[in-house]
């Protein structure tokens, strides 16, 4: 008999199926950030070498420091492009526990170590790293196990399990003060959250209690004096060329420098003396000072590139739970990049984001790359519609 004699409606010629592939990773993906590590690791010799040489020190300590950290990452993106993702919901919970404590020791032991004003990392003897940095991956994982099967934020069980080890990493974390990490931790949570259907007044109202705690904070001085600061000089850095608009004057005339074409590989002026933190937070003023309208075009695109292929991995993934994952590490990967260019080229007021992949420092490194392990590992699964002949003859 035919499809139509058992139902009214008239068959369709072609009517499309689901079905689940397993494919390599996403080359595409993969080839963008190998071409972000390369960038990142010229950039950091480009800008450290004056330094360490002035300081009589090998002039690529840096290089050599962040190559270390590199191969680590480099270990842990292949475990886990491997590893199926599906298992990470195992060790969510240990994860969240481990930074937790971390973040412990460095606000409450003499193993934190205080730069700038803020203490932000544990130091054990010649090692040293930020646990904020861990908070990333520990945060998206937290998320996307809560919100996968449904996006009810009141379930008590959701609240003791995901969203109180969350609120205990923020919380401590503002206090180091960190507090451009809290906001890329909680947009980064909005977002997913949005990703798993939740109502878009939840949105609304997470951003209204945001506003106004920001604004509460600045009154009841819980944001520090320097933060405040930051945010006044970048309206106005005349007003303190010596001070606290230095940084930002002095990376302005690095991009007005370098103009289109750059002043070439390894020929910046402002990181002889001018610009600090050269080689971290404001490498991309270096960069474009070097590399010119031209090179910051290309690192912009390669940072879109990723975002369009993260998404698109998240969109092809066949669960909420790989998508969730994929959404949370495109959004806090690209946002992340995102601010550290904007601070660097004044668009908003230094917040001390590192640049993924590019800035020195190995605990940015090492998380980014295991995150994108976590990203090339969803790829693999992907969902692909099949057209199949609707009129098919049934016996």
Known sequence: MSYSRYTNKKPRQYEPQMSVIISPPDKTL?????????????????????????????????????MVYLVVGYIGLKFLTNYDYKNLVLITTPLAFFVILFLILVNYTPLGVTVNEAKRWIGIGMFQFQPSEFAKPAVIML????FYKNDNIMDNHKIVYYFLPILLMVFMIFKQ????????????SLVMYLSAGGPLKVFVMGAGIGAFGLLTAGVTQLIKPYQMSRITTWLNPESDPLGAGYNVIQSMVAFATGGFWG??????????????????????????????????LLVIGLFWTFIHRGFLIASRCPDMYGKLLAVGITFSIGFQAFLNMSVASSLLPATGVTLPFISYGGSSLMVSMWMVGILLNISKKRVKKIRVNANVRHL
């Open 30 to 66: 993969l080839v963008v950030v190998a071409f972000l590590v390369i960038l990142g690791l010229m950039a950091i010799f480009s800008a450290s070498a004056p330094k360490c040489m002035d300081a009589g020190l090998n002039p690529a300590k840096f290089l050599l420091s962040q």
């Open 143 to 146: 998320l996307a196990s809560a």
């Open 177 to 188: 003060p960190n507090l451009s990490m809290v906001i890329l931790l909680m947009l980064t």
């Open 263 to 296: 002043v070439g590989y390894g020929s910046s002026k402002q990181k002889l003396a001018w610009l600090p933190e050269s080689h971290t937070d404001f490498i991309f003023a270096v960069m474009a000072e070097e590399l010119g309208f031209i090179g910051c």
